[in-house]
């Protein structure tokens, strides 16, 4: 009778550990990938804004001015929209790089001449404004925000890594 006792006392315990544990842990859980979530959205749409903010610098500052002096947009102009917005700027027309404000990682190689496909198929495909893409070189993984130029004279893409 007693060693029944004892079966049925760690049995109970058992059953109230289980019954206090499993839902904080389903709880701690379910927590942690809401919050990992919501921040990865915050990340997204910053990087959404920063490319938004080089396209609007590109379309009011550059490309009136550019076509005023009958120049296309060259990586010199997108080196001082660099240095205003504080990220690289790449911009494309149709797949292939026009200008950039790194030529040099694109003149050794490590990043590809051609628009990423995720990218084209967003915004040049599906006609999407704006869109965020997570690219690779090697083991680096980053984000890449691009937008279409919505200026007339522009049927371009502006990638900001």
Same mark, same amino acid.
């Given at each position: ?17 289980? =019954? ?7 709880? *701690? ?11 990865? =959205?915050?990340?997204?749409?910053? @990087?959404? #804004?920063?490319? *938004?903010? +080089?396209?609007?610098? #590109? ?6 001015? +550019?076509?005023?002096?009958? #120049? ?18 790449? %911009? ?6 026009? @200008? ?11 990043? /590809? ?9 967003? %915004? ?5 404004? @704006? ?12 984000? %890449? @925000?691009?937008?279409?130029?919505? =200026?007339?004279?522009?049927?371009? #893409?502006?990638?900001? /890594?």
């Amino acid at each position: 009778m007693l060693f029944r006792s004892a079966s049925f006392y760690r049995r109970l315990f058992v059953a109230f550990v289980l =019954a206090t544990f499993v839902p904080i842990l389903a709880l *701690a859980v379910t927590t942690r990938l809401y919050v990992a979530d919501q921040m990865r =959205a915050g990340i997204d749409q910053d @990087a959404v #804004v920063t490319a *938004a903010t +080089a396209q609007r610098v #590109v379309e009011d500052l550059i490309a009136p001015r +550019a076509t005023q002096e009958g #120049v296309g947009i060259d990586d010199n102009m997108l080196v001082w929209v660099s240095r205003l917005i504080g990220q690289d700027v790449n %911009l494309f027309i149709g797949p292939r790089l026009a @200008a950039t404000s790194e030529r040099n990682l694109f003149a050794s190689g490590v990043l /590809p001449l051609r628009m990423p496909s995720d990218l084209y198929l967003e %915004l040049a495909l599906r006609n999407r404004g @704006a869109t965020v893409s997570r690219e690779h070189i090697g083991t680096l993984e980053f984000l %890449l @925000a691009g937008t279409r130029m919505t =200026a007339p004279q522009l049927d371009a #893409v502006l990638t900001v /890594p």
